[in-house]
């Protein structure tokens, strides 16, 4: 077999991989949405042995995890879609409510103050922030994020 042969070939192989794990990504979100949390969730790890970084698949295991208050293991996700999108607006204010679940203010008002700073008009998370801010015992940085809010 040549070598532009066995390029095609890799090719078609990693096509037909990424409509697979494109098609059980879309099962378990709506197995997730249908409340079949732990069979989504072995879909998520499937998916996550052959491409560790789909952030679909860690982000929706954060939110799973999350939601069972497994929170260490839910920030352990939302800091792994972090390290590949550190942008992700979603990822921080998730992590900010496994945080607060924890006890942690001091990272969720982080991890808030962060997701405010990509999506200023977010309203919840404005809310969670000067929360955090207020149950820190610092209600004046609290107003001045009301106050420059969009």
Same mark, same amino acid.
């Given at each position: 077999?040549?070598?532009?042969?066995?390029r095609e070939k890799k090719k *078609?192989?990693?096509?037909?991989? /990424?409509?697979? =794990? %494109?098609?059980?990504?879309?099962?378990?979100?709506?197995?997730?949405?249908?409340?079949?949390?732990?069979?989504?969730?072995? =879909?998520? $790890?499937?998916?996550?042995?052959?491409? #560790?970084? $789909?952030?679909?698949?860690?982000?929706?295991?954060?939110?799973?995890?999350?939601?069972?208050?497994? %929170?260490?293991?839910?920030?352990? $996700?939302? /800091?792994?879609?972090?390290?590949?999108?550190?942008? %992700?607006?979603?990822? $921080?204010?998730?992590?900010?409510?496994?945080?607060?679940a924890q006890g942690d203010l001091?990272?969720?008002?982080?991890?808030?103050?962060?997701?405010?700073?990509?999506? #200023?008009? /977010?309203?919840?998370?404005?809310?969670?922030?000067?929360?955090?801010? *207020?149950?820190?015992?610092? #209600?004046?940085?609290a107003l001045e994020k009301i /106050? %420059?809010? #969009?």
């Open positions: 077999m040549t070598k532009k042969k066995k *078609v192989v990693a096509k037909r991989q /990424d409509e697979s =794990i %494109n098609r059980r990504f879309t099962t378990a979100v709506t197995l997730q949405q249908d409340g079949e949390y732990a069979t989504a969730m072995d =879909i998520y $790890h499937q998916i996550l042995k052959e491409e #560790p970084t $789909h952030l679909g698949a860690l982000m929706n295991l954060g939110v799973l995890y999350y939601a069972e208050g497994r %929170n260490s293991e839910a920030v352990l $996700h939302f /800091d792994q879609v972090l390290e590949v999108e550190a942008q %992700n607006a979603d990822a $921080h204010y998730n992590k900010g409510k496994a945080l607060v001091v990272g969720a008002e982080l991890s808030f103050r962060e997701a405010l700073e990509l999506a #200023p008009e /977010d309203k919840m998370t404005l809310q969670e922030y000067c929360t955090c801010c *207020v149950a820190s015992e610092k #209600p004046s940085q /106050d %420059n809010a #969009p």
